[in-house]
């Protein structure tokens, strides 16, 4: 029997994202409410028990079982001591979360994916297993390795040092490199000299920008983009149905504007990809009907195809979408037409299930309109011995319902104007 009464009792909430992975949200006393994705992975098909779990970030440690009023009040951590003896409610970390759900007994290895070293994402590795005992497997990006090694340079740059927390101890067992496939090998249980691969089904992206080792991760399986802190929009159905405040996109003082221009075009680039690859195969296309602008007709290809045998085809659908009450254009074939779907994106914080390509484009265009001087901003004062602003629509006359807003030191956006070639901030949308 479980030793948790249940999970309402922990600071963290669980839903299902795909077929293989789960979104776990933090309720944490910074308030960072970071996303840890959690994908299980099976050694071959139809296998009852996954082999591995990966986890994209580890969150910020929190421990605590949250009040009612936990995200008004914040509990100080407990101090510890020799004489220091852990009350029951200490024990609602995300070991122990995972233990509750996914990984019961916690027998299942894990391999974490740091998308970069900032503390909101590595100080869950304090209650995991350590990277010595082999249950845990720590991967990160290779792109400027110095940034978080030796252990002072995590210390600093992850933040722990600055926030007056201690710097997690682990050993980055995976530098991965650019566009590499992540294969996790690990010694079969029952014959230790034999060594077991896994294909995890992920490739792994360089990312720079908002820290230099920042990456995206891409799961072909699922054909799901995890971009870390990158970039994510203001709010959520997820942050608004906790009540959560909306969240910038935030560059600090080690960012790099340029950087994070020439990922972001990276990025693009691979999901437009992948996209392209669902309108090859789709059987439908999609064709604007009549003078009406507002309105879709989707016709399959089966309208069109005629049998050389004679006999007759499937009986031509034509579905009229009103795209005033949909999104985005849905497609639709007799038999769902394609098995591939277009790349669905989720970030480290607020953003989880999104189109990829629109929110990319999206984003792209905000920057760009922040570097064209047409954002309202203000001043956030000195942080980190640098003046910080905000970007934000809401600042202005509008609505205030933009869907980006970022938060930088002045001078990491100045540099930006300079650096980012005029043509690519002045180019007009053509999304
Ligand atoms: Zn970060």
């Not at 020439?262 to 992948?274: G, H, P, Q, Y």
């Not at 769902?336 to 792209?364: F, P, W």
């Amino acid at each position: 029997m479980s030793s948790f009464p249940g999970l309402e009792r922990f600071p963290f909430t669980i839903r299902q994202l795909n077929p293989s992975t789960h979104l776990i949200r933090e309720t944490d006393k910074y308030s960072e409410f970071p996303h840890i994705y959690a994908k299980t992975v099976f050694l071959t098909k139809g296998s009852t028990r996954p082999a591995l779990i990966i986890l994209s970030d580890t969150g910020c440690g929190t421990n605590l079982n949250p009040r009612p009023n936990f995200s008004t009040v914040i509990r100080p951590e407990p101090i510890l001591s020799g004489t220091y003896k852990p009350r029951p409610d200490h024990n609602y970390n995300l070991a122990n979360f995972l233990r509750a759900t996914i990984n019961p007994n916690g027998e299942i290895p894990y391999l974490v994916v740091t998308t970069h070293c900032h503390y909101d994402h590595i100080l869950g590795l304090n209650y995991l297993p350590s990277t010595t005992s082999g249950m845990t497997t720590v991967l990160s990006s290779s792109h400027k390795k110095s940034f978080i090694v030796p252990r002072s340079n995590l210390a600093e740059h992850s933040l722990c040092e600055a926030m007056g927390v201690k710097t997690p101890k682990y050993d980055v067992g995976i530098w991965a490199h650019d566009l590499e496939p992540i294969v996790y090998a690990y010694p079969n249980p029952l014959h230790r000299s034999e060594i077991l691969e896994i294909d995890t089904g992920i490739t792994i992206l360089h990312t720079p920008g908002h820290t230099p080792d920042s990456l995206t991760w891409y799961d072909r399986n699922e054909r799901y983009i995890v971009v870390g802190d990158s970039l994510y929009e203001r709010e959520s159905p997820d942050t608004k149905e906790a009540s959560e405040p909306p969240m910038p996109t935030i560059f600090d003082i080690e960012s790099d504007l340029l950087d994070w221009w020439d990922s972001l075009k990276k990025v693009i680039s691979f999901v437009e990809e992948r996209n392209k690859e669902v309108e090859e195969t789709a059987d439908d296309r999609i064709e604007e009907a009549g003078s009406d602008e507002d309105e879709w007709v989707l016709v399959t290809a089966t309208d069109s195809l005629s049998d050389s045998s004679g006999t007759t085809e499937p009986t031509p659908r034509t579905i009229t979408i009103d795209l005033r009450a949909e999104k985005t254009p849905v497609r639709v074939g007799p038999e769902q037409v394609s098995k591939k779907r277009r790349v669905r994106l989720g970030a480290a914080h607020v953003t989880a299930d999104v189109d990829a390509e629109d929110c990319l484009l999206a984003m792209q265009d905000f920057m760009r309109r922040v570097l064209r001087n047409e954002i309202p901003s203000c001043s956030l004062g000195q942080e980190r011995g640098e003046e910080a602003y905000l970007w934000d629509e809401a600042l202005g006359d509008g609505d205030g319902n933009g869907r980006f807003s970022v938060k930088a030191p002045w001078r990491i956006v100045e540099e930006g104007r300079k650096a980012i070639p005029k043509s690519e901030i002045w180019r007009a949308w053509v999304g």
